[in-house]
């Protein structure tokens, strides 16, 4: 039963149904480059001097907090509460950046909404099929993550959600190595192009010495009894650059050592145990940079307190803090502690600092003594 003001914007509008049970319209990656939605009257757009990095959706200024809110699309993630068998409540004062002392050991946390933590499977170390049952919505990190179901046991977990995995989608895991119905259908021998075409597909979960040479992966982890502990965020990824391999004299190439060399998202190529744990694809949520909150109480909500300047401050509550106008009294900058904080010598562990060895030579190396 429609209420009364809606049924007469219908009858004026000449419509032929109008449901409140109307879900918004999926929109996707189009060529347009702005478009209208039609439920809310909001107005969808690329990201701004992104190059069209992604479509993001704006709101009417109705109100000055939603004047400059922009959010990814994300019309695909469940709308219910998470599989709480799989959640704990977070509590306590470690909400609030404090120690076991009870002390704040990281600054500007405090508040926020309530939040149950979600216990994901970084390991994957489960054989067989896995059907996705939905994408949610995880308090905890940037990225997506899917409810997944053992088609075996019925078993249910939490993994990271890879770009464009969606519910009804069937991801596998051969962590515990090839399963004999797919090495039967290589006849027996283990064939590198077609086990990668039969294995590497997007979701998938593989040790990294199956991972051709050059695939995008996330989640990886470094060691073969660890999870995964790269490439966790949102739209991050990896590439496997080199395995270390050598061809054979029937032209099969195999690997010759124990590591295998991945690119991170920082440039840094790292090695990693060839048993590490990979997953094929790109970390889901990847317009999660573009977005903006609109207004400090969202940042509030988000378990995030505000941060002051030191020059703000008075001269008892920060180095930088007192004196007229704003300045810092020719200071470098430090913390309120008075530690160096821009990046340099001063701020590099000492471990990190190239250290010259000079060996001690003879004052009179290499002259004569002068005669007295």
């Known amino acids: 039963m429609l209420q009364p003001r809606l049924q007469l914007i219908a009858a004026r509008r000449g419509l032929q149904q109008l449901s409140l049970n109307s879900s918004a319209p999926r929109f996707y990656a189009t060529k347009s480059r702005n478009f209208r939605d039609q439920s809310s009257n909001n107005v969808v757009t690329t990201a701004e001097g992104q190059g069209g990095a992604g479509f993001l959706r704006t709101y009417k200024p109705r109100t000055p907090g939603v004047r400059h809110l922009k959010r990814p699309i994300n019309d695909h993630l469940w709308k219910g509460r998470p599989f ?33 933590i979600r216990t994901v499977d970084f390991e994957r170390k489960v054989p067989g099929p896995h059907l996705v049952e939905r994408i949610e919505y995880d308090p905890g990190r940037s990225a997506h993550i899917a409810l997944v179901t053992e088609q075996a046991t019925g078993k249910k977990s939490y993994i990271l959600a890879c770009d464009g995995l969606r519910a009804g989608d069937v991801v596998h895991s051969y962590r515990a190595g090839i399963p004999a119905k797919l090495l039967a259908s290589m006849g027996g021998i283990i064939d590198p192009g077609i086990l990668a075409a039969k294995t590497a597909f997007k979701g998938n979960c593989l040790p990294l010495h199956m991972v051709p040479v050059g695939t995008t992966v996330f989640a990886v982890g470094s060691a073969a009894s660890r999870g995964a502990v790269f490439c966790r ?65 969202r940042s509030r909500w988000l378990g995030i307190r505000p941060t002051v300047r030191g020059v703000a401050m008075n001269k008892v509550d920060h180095p930088h803090g007192g004196g007229r106008g704003k300045s810092k009294s020719n200071r470098h900058p430090v913390t309120p502690w008075g530690k160096p904080t821009k990046s340099g010598y001063k701020t590099r562990r000492k471990h990190n600092i190239n250290t010259w060895v000079v060996t001690a030579r003879p004052r009179n190396h290499g002259k004569r003594r002068s005669k007295s």
Request: charge should be positive; proline fraction near 2%.
């Open 84 to 116: 709480l068998p799989l959640t704990f409540p977070k509590k306590g004062q470690s909400r609030g950046g404090r120690n076991v002392s009870g002390r704040i050991t990281v600054r500007h946390r405090g508040g926020g909404a309530k939040r149950r």
């Open 233 to 297: 965020s949102a739209g991050t990824s990896a590439v496997v650059v080199n395995k270390n391999e050598e061809t054979r004299a029937d032209g099969t190439r195999t690997m010759t050592g124990k590591y295998v060399e991945v690119r991170l998202q920082s440039g840094e190529v790292r090695r990693v145990s060839k048993d590490a744990c990979a997953t094929i694809g790109v970390a889901s949520n990847i317009h999660h940079g573009y977005r903006q909150l609109g207004k400090a109480g």
